[in-house]
């Protein structure tokens, strides 16, 4: 007691918090001045963007967004934004209605060397996504599926599940048994457990499974570059198409980067506290 009360006189542990406080803003920082950089670019011309050092004090302009809107008369984003979109949300949405009874059975219910099927999960995010590219594309071309969007939705379900049932795991272990029992007594199947007692308690996690896939299926560029054409061209791969050997194209590189991260960037944002909560699950015992 009395070693506690000499470290509230002398200060210590205050210090100790502050010090860490301005480690995290300055790493905040670090870390939001590249986004900060790219806005800022993506508001100049092309000349005052290329120049080198960059001119703080340039003229600020919305030529980038009007060439990436298309309205001088370029392609139009929205049907790459739409195609991203619907791959993204309906990969997420198939990825959770097959891991949630997958990590049930891990977890909740585990079956015999459940240790030895997460192994086997993970693994197969191991393997180069390159290695698997011909095989599949061979595989498109030969089904006709090739600029289609729902292949990229089966691939992307199929990428993310390994690690949404890895997840989703960890969080529904934390799930209090008893409760379980309670609705099993009360004559709920299976569907109504997990549907509205596991989910709803499991809820954080879940929205931390969910928001981690939609990036990466909204990310991706490899697959969609090389199965899609004109008709299920995704976001990533519209970007692409500004980044030309001649002329002067970072100011519209930028600002259509922009525009395409903010999906991604207010799904965290609206989700922040879902995802810390249910990345920290099971953290503290």
């Not at 569907?191 to 909204?218: D, E, K, N, Q, Y």
């Amino acid at each position: 007691m009395s070693n506690t009360i000499a470290v509230k006189r002398t200060g210590a542990v205050p210090r100790k918090g502050l010090g860490l406080g301005l480690v995290a803003w300055l790493l905040g920082i670090v870390f939001f001045l590249p986004i900060a950089w790219m806005a800022l670019t993506s508001f100049h011309s092309e000349t005052d963007a290329a120049t080198n050092p960059p001119s703080f004090a340039a003229a600020l302009t919305l030529d980038g967004y009007r060439e990436f809107f298309g309205t001088g008369g370029g392609a139009s984003p929205w049907p790459a934004l739409i195609n991203s979109t619907v791959a993204s949300l309906a990969s997420t949405l198939f990825v959770l209605l097959l891991a949630l009874p997958a990590a049930y059975a891990l977890s909740i219910r585990p079956v015999r060397k459940w240790t030895d099927v997460l192994f086997f999960f993970l693994s197969t995010k191991m393997l180069p996504v390159v290695a698997g590219l011909l095989p599949i594309y061979l595989f498109a071309k030969n089904t006709d599926l090739l600029d289609n969007i729902w292949l990229l939705v089966i691939l992307y379900t199929s990428m993310n599940l390994p690690i949404a049932v890895w997840m989703m795991q960890s969080f529904l272990a934390e799930v209090p048994v008893a409760v379980i029992e309670a609705a099993r007594v009360d004559g709920a199947r299976l569907p109504t457990i997990l549907a509205r007692v596991v989910a709803p308690i499991a809820l954080p996690g879940i929205a931390a499974t969910a928001l981690i896939c939609f990036i990466f299926s909204w990310n991706e560029l490899l697959f969609a570059r090389v199965l899609t054409g004109v008709v299920a061209e995704t976001a990533p791969v519209f970007l692409t198409g500004f980044i030309t050997s001649q002329g002067l194209f970072l100011a519209k590189v930028c600002a259509a980067s922009l525009v395409i991260s903010l999906p991604v960037l207010a799904a965290g944002f609206a989700a922040q506290d879902k995802l810390v909560q249910g990345l920290s699950l099971g953290a503290v015992k």
